[in-house]
């Protein structure tokens, strides 16, 4: 058992090097006693001034319990001579999130009071968002994602330091008896969310149900899965990822690592790309298997595709893809303008350019309206030698796959008349019927420009 001193010793040696003199923090606050005991060490070490306690309502619970919460909450931060900031969540924006998330209740209040933070740690000028997860919330971490298959990165656990997010977690080395010990000793009280002990919840249920029966029958069971944990942390500390860049990573160098090494590497270029979205098991084997056969290919779903080409592998959002997909501007071809497209880049027309390689058009040829969307499957062009897709023609440019649908392309009401493959690194083309041999110059220029 840890006394009052050295309870304060561990946690000031879990932020100092963190930390500046100056240094202000954000305490996510719930009232619980893991978070409360988090405010009250805090408090301690680094003085009231320094220190911004946010509680986050997420209007899911009784309007009594939340209001008996907050009041006590509130007079807690008062003995501490801190005040509490709330911010409260609209009703139902819990179960919108959790519905176009599809991760359950869980997965969305955290998005949401994580953002949140993240707003207040702006708004206040604060270096850190401490959080109170402790060494119970690890071994609860690692059993969930043995129970649900998750990869072997998740094993890792919960990290003390999370520089993206601005994260950390100090409270990592004590156990939640620790904490309650701790409180009970400086005669605080702490609230109980009602919610803790639903067992639909899958990490109530691994808390009150697995744990302890798996303690039971085996001995040691927590301090074992600790054990794994910090093996799976150091065996990927010690991994060298290959780094990530513009989505996508040298195919060599990924397939000279060792399985840690090619693992770590996918989920960082999965994190570059999707940010907290988890990467599905099932996805990384299949990924995994086509980085071994080396050849160019494509694998994922509507969540995600994994592109091998020409000694890289890219990655794809296709969500992100529907602001390609969805594109589409009616134009006006005799008169100069610019149209800005998705992807920062923009179309204009009647430019003063005088690069022979740039498109010339007669607008006169234009059947009907002409429009400006991105290239698609099934889309072909007639060119001088013949019918071609323009897929297939993008590729043949060396495009690279994920790049192949964030072409532009214009279109009239009988066909495709032009396609911009300069953007990307490849050529412009346009229809046939545009072809001629009379002054190009005197015909309006397009052109499509990134940046």
């Given at each position: 058992m840890f006394s009052l001193n050295s309870i304060?010793?561990?946690?000031?040696?879990?932020?100092?090097?963190?930390?500046?003199?100056?240094?202000?923090?954000?305490?996510?606050?719930?009232?619980?006693?893991?978070?409360l005991a988090l405010l009250v060490l805090c408090s301690k070490a680094l003085g009231a001034d320094r220190i911004f306690p946010v509680y986050v309502n997420h209007n899911i619970r009784e309007s009594a319990e939340l209001e008996k919460e907050i009041a006590l909450n509130k007079d807690n931060c008062r003995k501490l001579g801190l005040e509490l900031i709330v911010r409260t969540l609209d009703p139902g924006m819990v179960r919108s999130l959790s519905d176009i998330r599809k991760g359950g209740t869980e997965d969305a209040?955290?998005?949401?009071?994580?953002?949140?933070?993240?707003?207040?740690?702006?708004?206040?000028?604060?270096?850190?968002?401490?959080?109170?997860?402790?060494?119970?919330?690890?071994?609860?971490?690692?059993?969930?994602?043995?129970?649900?298959?998750?990869?072997?990165?998740?094993?890792?656990?919960?990290?003390?330091?999370?520089?993206?997010?601005?994260?950390?977690?100090?409270?990592?080395?004590?156990?939640?008896?620790?904490?309650?010990?701790?409180?009970?000793?400086?005669?605080?009280?702490?609230?109980?969310?009602?919610?803790?002990?639903?067992?639909?919840?899958?990490?109530?249920?691994?808390?009150?149900?697995?744990?302890?029966?798996?303690?039971?029958?085996?001995?040691?069971?927590?301090?074992?899965?600790?054990?794994?944990?910090?093996?799976?942390?150091?065996?990927?500390?010690?991994a060298k990822p290959v780094i990530a860049k513009d989505a996508s990573i040298n195919l060599d160098e990924l397939r000279e690592r060792d399985l840690t090494g090619r693992v770590l590497s996918l989920y960082n270029l999965w994190d570059s790309v999707f940010g907290n979205k988890d990467l599905p098991m099932t996805l990384l084997d299949r990924v995994l298997d086509a980085v071994c056969e080396g050849r160019d290919c494509s694998v994922g779903s509507n969540l995600a595709v994994f592109h091998i080409y020409r000694g890289r592998l890219y990655l794809q959002d296709p969500e992100k893809d529907k602001a390609y997909s969805d594109f589409s501007k009616e134009l006006n071809p005799c008169e100069k303008q610019?149209?800005?497209?998705?992807?920062?880049?923009?179309?204009?027309?009647?430019?003063?350019?005088?690069?022979?390689?740039?498109l010339r058009m007669d607008s006169a040829k234009f059947k009907g309206r002409p429009i400006v969307r991105f290239a698609k499957e099934g889309d072909f062009i007639r060119l001088k030698d013949g019918k071609k897709m323009v897929l297939r023609l993008l590729q043949d440019m060396k495009i690279p796959p994920h790049l192949r649908t964030h072409v532009p392309v214009i279109e009239d009401e009988k066909e495709l008349c032009a396609v911009f493959g300069s953007v990307f690194g490849g050529k412009d083309r346009i229809c046939v019927k545009f072809r001629t041999s009379l002054a190009p110059n005197d015909f309006p220029l397009y052109i499509v420009t990134k940046g």
């Open positions: 304060e010793k561990v946690f000031s040696e879990a932020i100092v090097k963190y930390l500046n003199d100056d240094s202000k923090v954000l305490v996510a606050f719930s009232g619980g006693c893991d978070s209040a955290r998005a949401l009071r994580y953002e949140v933070l993240e707003d207040e740690r702006r708004k206040n000028g604060c270096d850190l968002i401490l959080t109170a997860h402790h060494k119970d919330d690890q071994v609860e971490t690692v059993v969930m994602h043995l129970r649900s298959g998750s990869p072997m990165t998740s094993l890792r656990g919960i990290s003390v330091y999370d520089e993206k997010r601005f994260l950390l977690r100090p409270l990592l080395g004590l156990s939640r008896q620790n904490l309650e010990s701790y409180l009970r000793r400086l005669g605080f009280s702490w609230s109980q969310d009602s919610t803790n002990e639903d067992e639909r919840f899958r990490r109530n249920e691994i808390r009150s149900s697995i744990v302890p029966k798996a303690e039971k029958a085996w001995p040691g069971f927590e301090k074992e899965i600790l054990n794994l944990q910090h093996q799976a942390k150091k065996a990927f500390e010690e610019t149209i800005s497209l998705p992807g920062n880049m923009k179309l204009s027309i009647g430019t003063e350019d005088k690069n022979p390689l740039l």
